[in-house]
Nanobody, 124 residues
């Protein structure tokens, strides 16, 4: 497991943008598939996006495709989630997650390392 620390959440109006960051001190960060998930009270954790270890492959949920962009900078051990055209239904706690090696699914159970979460609130 690796330690992950998210930042960048906050309150934004609908149509606005936020960029989340997730930093790790792990030397093995560049070998991890990194993902973003979100969760609202009473609901299961929902897949948002993930990115391959080298950054070449990205996958998005249908609900955010075209609005969110996941990226990573392995030299800085950081993964980002750029969120544009935000909607009130994007309001959630956003979690960064990591797992060693390749992964092409969308299950949170496949990720063993998690950050503490950061709140994103989109007002209408």
């Amino acid at each position: 497991q690796v330690q992950l620390v998210e930042s960048g959440g906050g309150l934004v109006q609908a149509g606005g943008s936020l960029r989340l960051s997730c930093a790790s001190s792990a030397r093995t960060f560049s070998t991890y598939t990194m993902g973003w998930f979100r969760q609202t009270p009473g609901k299961e954790r929902e897949f948002v996006a993930h990115i391959s270890a080298g950054g070449a492959l990205t996958t998005y949920s249908d609900s955010v495709k075209g609005r969110f962009t996941i990226s990573r900078d392995n030299a800085k051990n950081t993964v980002y989630l750029q969120m544009n055209s935000l909607k009130p239904e994007d309001t959630a706690v956003y979690y960064c997650a990591g797992r060693p090696g390749a992964y092409f699914g969308k299950s949170p159970e496949a990720f063993g390392s998690w950050g503490q979460g950061t709140q994103v609130t989109v007002s209408s």
